[in-house]
């Protein structure tokens, strides 16, 4: 319902008094969402209802249009309600939203502090691409920013701004990039053909790897060359270009990173050649799972692993179970930043 900005509290409090212990109100995290995109705020209500199944939060929707010639502010509560597991009480996450136009949108930094949910850690979900400059207000409260690489028009300036938001806020600004989340399934299925310890010799043995990517998703690839590269040390030769990338093991010994734009998921095929057996994981169009194989060298062996979506509510929810502070991406990006 809408609100005035200066009684959202005294409203919050007359909604779960009305709602006479029916409902349990819970919150593990503030989430704020921040968005330029038109109609923005719907969509991202319709996220943070599924969201809020599995992560318990206190949401801050923000839509804003800087742009805009005439000022203007509203905003609005809501609960978003799931039945618990146990089937007895309802158990709600607040969102909180906000529409800020023209020169209100500065007043982000303080609408953002002044409805936290006491000393819960802040995650900021920072849709589209981020200004100059950032504001160090902002930053200074943020624990994890979370953003999407893959629509960025130029990485290297969208990275530097973060990077100098985080160093503004002494480093205690982790980086989540929903890029990276969309590789996890098939890193594990990756990671999973050298498990054993009798198959590491294999490392040193790798001669080429191919990677398909769907339009759009070359920055994707990149950062799944980049996870090779940083994992086995891996050192990328300077005529190294475009989607033909040259790397060098700690033998100094050649592998050839090749990647091609074609239809179908993110990443929709990888393949990895070690003398004579080849290593492959291939995500059909819309299927759920990853057919994974290995043949060559008098063995053959497919299995069926769990692929990941490309859907922004599971991508989120992946990225909100998972803590840290991320050193694998870091290396993994590092390791092909120019090329990014």
Known sequence: MPVEIGKIDRELKKLWAEAGGAMTRASLINLAIYSEAPGSLPQNTEIIFKITE?????????????????????????AHCHVSRAGSKQICSEQ???????????????????????DLPLYLW?????????????????????????????????????????????????????????LVQFRLALAQFFDHPSSHHRFNEIESVEIDFAPGYRSTAMLLAGWLASQLRWTLEKDSNGNSLVFRNQAAREIRVNSQEKAGEPISRVGLKCNSIEYRVTHAPKADLLKVTVEGSNAERKCLMPAGSNDPVRLMSEELMRGGPHSVYLRSMNAVRNLL
């Open 126 to 182: 920072w849709q589209g691409e981020f200004h100059h400059p950032m504001d160090a207000q902002l930053w200074a409260w943020v624990d994890r920013v979370i953003y999407d690489s893959q629509a960025w028009s130029n990485f290297g300036t969208q990275l530097g701004r973060v990077e100098a938001a985080q160093a503004e806020a002494k480093q205690r600004i982790v980086l989540c990039d929903l890029n990276w989340t969309r």
């Open 54 to 78: 599995d992560h318990a939060c206190r949401a801050i929707v923000i839509g804003a249009n800087p742009g805009a010639p005439e000022n203007r502010v509203e905003a609005w509560i809501s």
């Open 96 to 118: 909180l939203s906000f529409l800020l136009e023209g020169p209100s949108a500065k007043l982000l930094p303080n609408i953002v502090f002044s409805q936290l949910d006491s």
